[in-house]
């Protein structure tokens, strides 16, 4: 598995817990991992609606 990151404000790729270029936070740029018996999906499409709506 790989440790890359990405930094949200400046799109760049790092492997250190911090973006080189403008000191922001990193975070992991791949998406979770898919299971059947997700506890919080019903939250998350929750919240994606009314961000949607909101948009």
Do not use: W
């Amino acid at each position: 598995m790989s440790n890359i990151k990405t930094c949200p404000d400046c799109r760049d790729y790092t492997l250190k817990d911090e973006c080189q270029k403008c000191g922001a936070g990193v975070v992991s740029p791949h998406p979770p991992r898919f299971s059947p018996e997700d506890r919080y999906g019903k939250y998350r499409r929750k919240l994606k609606k009314i961000t949607k709506e909101g948009a």
